[in-house]
Antibody
Framework: QLQLQESGPGLVKPSETLSLTCTVS??????????WGWIRQPPGKGLDWIGS???????HYNPSLKSRVTISVDTSKNQFSLKLSSVTAADTAVYYC????????????WGQGTLVTVSS | DIVMTQTPLSSPVTLGQPASISCRSS???????????LSWLQQRPGQPPRLLIY???NRFSGVPDRFSGSGAGTDFTLKISRVEAEDVGVYYC?????????FGGGTKVEIK
């Protein structure tokens, strides 16, 4: 069964770079059927798509974050990563990694999420 | 960006009774390939979201048949035929017809 697990620091200082990694197990990140992405959820609020990456490295980003976001993939480790630069308190959220199934065009598998707090 | 608007914000329901959630998009979700990429997610308290319905009306693997989706173009509905205690949570509509992917604001289903 596919599992996605987010990892990274739970506390980041303002103006620094948030870095998270998603490790995929039970399936190959190199499959042509899927994109791999990041979605965040501020405390008590709704879902916000950050961006998605294909195994080839092709990316799509939310224009509202595009200048600060980089998503990369490492097929040898079956991982993909998120970097968000120049963070502020507004970037405090639970960050989820998820698989976007191209066939059904929906996020069909999600990690448990990791809370990242931006604070000095 | 396509804006997704859900109503109501909250839906108190008696156990065993039906519930209905509406989702409207700011533009048609019909893709150039003819498909409509509208899906529904359920988020139980303290849990990550879970896919319920994709392409308007297709139940994802393991989803009970009391959940159904309908609609076309810009107007969509999720229905729960008989609400059970495990259905408590927030429901989101989301579109993947066009990047950036967007979500509705969520509808909280709670038991009266």
């Amino acid at each position: 069964q596919l599992q996605l697990q987010e990892s990274g620091p739970g506390l980041v200082k303002p103006s620094e770079t948030l870095s998270l990694t998603c490790t995929v197990s039970g399936g190959s990140i190199g499959s042509s059927t899927y994109y791999w992405g990041w979605i965040r959820q501020p405390p008590g609020k709704g879902l916000d798509w950050i961006g998605s990456i294909y195994y080839s490295g092709s990316t799509h980003y939310n224009p509202s974050l595009k200048s600060r976001v980089t998503i990369s993939v490492d097929t040898s480790k079956n991982q993909f990563s998120l970097k968000l630069s120049s963070v502020t308190a507004a970037d405090t959220a639970v960050y989820y990694c998820a698989r976007l199934n191209i066939t059904v065009a929906a996020h069909d598998s999600w990690g448990q999420g990791t809370l990242v707090t931006v604070s000095s | 960006d396509i804006v997704m608007t859900q109503t109501p914000l909250s839906s108190p329901v008696t156990l065993g009774q039906p519930a209905s959630i509406s989702c409207r998009s700011s533009q048609s979700l019909v893709h150039s390939d003819g498909n409509t990429y509208l899906s529904w997610l359920q988020q139980r308290p303290g849990q990550p979201p879970r896919l319920l319905i994709y392409k308007i009306s297709n139940r994802f693997s393991g989803v009970p048949d009391r959940f159904s989706g309908s609609g076309a173009g810009t107007d969509f509905t999720l229905k729960i035929s008989r609400v059970e205690a495990e259905d408590v949570g927030v429901y989101y509509c989301t579109q993947a017809t066009q990047f950036p992917l967007t979500f509705g604001g969520g509808t909280k289903v709670e038991i009266k």
